[in-house]
Nanobody
């Protein structure tokens, strides 16, 4: 089993910054992809950013240049630095881990990010 524990959400004004963290524990495998998805009210969950344990990254076009994903493989932790936040970034942000074994995917409990205009 794998556990994902998120932290760092909150309320911030437009233009501000927040940093999310997600610590993974359990049988995560050395090769894996960790990342962040978000879901706004009435919308489907969408990709924000992911990062493979080898270092490759993937970002949604809407956050490129504003958000930065990073990870500490020794701590099995992934971070999301969010700068220049916009009201449309308001959502519940979910940590995600994909690994090469069944079950292949795990989700965190979600952390609320609210950006006021």
């Amino acid at each position: 089993q794998v556990q994902l524990v998120e932290s760092g959400g909150g309320l911030v004004q437009a233009g501000g910054s927040l940093r999310l963290s997600c610590a993974a524990s359990g049988n995560i495998f050395r090769l894996n992809t960790m990342g962040w998805y978000r879901q706004a009210p009435g919308k489907q969950r969408e990709l924000v950013a992911t990062m493979h344990s080898g270092g490759s990254t993937n970002y949604a076009d809407s956050v490129k240049g504003r958000f930065t994903i990073s990870r500490d493989n020794a701590k099995n932790t992934v971070y999301l630095q969010m700068n220049s936040l916009k009201p449309e970034d308001t959502a519940v942000y979910y940590c995600n881990l994909k690994r090469p074994a069944v079950p292949r995917e795990y989700w965190g409990q979600g952390t609320q990010v609210t950006v006021s205009s």
